[in-house]
C-alpha cells in the first residue's frame, strides 16, 4: 500500500520507522537485565538531565567504571550513580570526576591523562554535552556556543580519548544528536545544525578509524524537557514528551554489544529497540539512516 504524503514526510523526519514509538522506558530495554560487568564508560554533560540520567542506567547494568564529565560539578551525579547500582544489586562502579571545559583542548587533554592514570581503556564513550541557542535573538557569541559545544567539544573529546577508545574490545563513541538535524525549525539554527554537523563527524570517524575497529553512531533522545529548554521555542514545549530515562535506557541497551552495523547510522530513541533490530538486513542492504544526498 502506497504512503500518503503525511506518512512520507513523517519517515523523512525518522518517525514511524518502527511501528511501535515510545515515550517513555519499556521491559525491552531494561539496563537491569544488561550485564556490563568489566566495562568503562565516559559520560560528557554528566552533571544533570540526560547525561545524569545516562550515567545511572549504566550503573543499573553493572557497568564498573564509569566517568563523569561537566563544566558544571559532578559530585551529585556521582552520587546518584552509586545509589543506583546498589538499588539495582550491582557493585558500585568506581567513578571518576572531571570538572571540565571541553571547549578547550588543554583542560580535556588533562581529563584524559586523569582517566589514563586510573584506567587502561574506556569502552563507551557517550557525547552527550550540548548547548542550545537560537539565531534572531541570540547574541553571536552565544550563537557561535552551540557549535563550541556540540561540534568542538565533541571533536576534543573524540581526538583526546581516541587512544584509550582503541585499546578497548568496544571501541564505541555515540553521540547525541537531534531529530532536528533533518528538518528546518524556526528558533533552532544553531542547535539543529550544529547537530548535523556531527552526523557528518561520525562518517568520517568511520572513514578514517574504521579500519582500527572503532565504532561511531548517532542517538536522538526525541523530545526530552532538560535545562536547555530555556532557549527552545515556547510554542514547541508541548513536543517535548519523552523521558530522560527511556533515552538513557535505549543508549544502555545500543552499547550492551558491539553491533557494527550501526556505523555512521542515526537512531532515534522513540524506536521500539527489538523492532529496530529486526530491520537489521533492511537497513544494511539500502544503507538507511545515513545522511546523504538522493535524487
Not at 571545559?101 to 557525547?127: E, G, H
Request: proline content about 4%.
Amino acid at each position: 500500500m502506497d504512503m500518503s504524503s503525511t506518512e512520507r514526510g513523517a519517515r523523512a523526519h525518522g518517525y514511524l520507522f518502527t511501528e511501535t514509538e515510545h515515550n517513555d522506558t519499556y521491559a525491552a530495554i531494561d539496563p537491569t537485565k544488561v550485564n556490563l560487568s568489566g566495562k568503562r564508560v565516559l559520560v560528557t554533560g554528566a552533571s544533570r538531565g540526560l547525561g545524569r540520567e545516562i550515567a545511572m542506567s549504566f550503573a543499573k547494568s553493572g557497568a564498573s567504571g564509569i566517568a563523569l564529565l561537566d563544566l558544571l560539578d559532578v559530585a551529585t551525579t556521582a552520587g546518584n550513580v552509586v545509589e543506583a547500582a546498589k538499588e539495582a544489586g550491582r557493585p558500585p562502579p568506581e567513578v571518576i570526576q572531571l570538572t571540565t571545559d571541553l571547549t578547550q583542548f588543554a583542560l580535556v587533554q588533562q581529563a584524559v591523562d586523569l582517566v589514563a592514570s586510573k584506567w587502561d581503556t574506556v569502552d563507551i564513550l557517550i557525547n552527550n554535552a550540548g548547548s542550545y541557542e537560537s539565531l534572531g535573538s541570540s547574541e553571536p557569541e552565544k550563537w557561535w556556543r552551540n557549535f563550541e559545544v556540540n561540534v568542538k567539544g565533541v571533536y576534543l573529546m573524540t581526538r583526546t580519548f581516541l587512544p584509550l577508545l582503541v585499546k578497548s574490545k568496544d571501541k564505541t563513541i555515540l553521540v547525541l544528536s537531534s531529530v532536528g538535524a533533518h528538518h528546518t525549525l524556526p528558533g533552532g539554527s544553531g542547535y539543529e545544525t550544529s547537530k548535523l554537523a556531527v552526523l557528518k563527524l561520525n562518517s568520517y570517524l568511520m572513514a578514517e578509524y574504521g579500519h582500527e575497529g572503532l565504532l561511531a553512531y548517532a542517538v536522538v533522545p526525541g523530545g526530552v524537557k532538560t535545562d536547555m529548554i530555556s532557549g527552545f521555542p515556547q510554542q514547541f514545549h508541548h513536543l517535548l514528551s519523552d523521558t530522560p530515562r527511556m533515552v538513557a535506557d535505549t543508549i544502555v541497551f545500543l552499547t550492551k554489544e558491539r553491533r557494527q552495523w550501526l556505523a555512521a547510522r542515526y537512531v532515534d530513541s522513540r524506536w521500539d529497540m527489538p523492532e529496530l533490530l529486526a530491520k537489521k538486513d533492511e537497513i544494511v542492504e539500502r544503507d538507511l539512516l545515513k545522511i546523504g544526498l538522493r535524487i
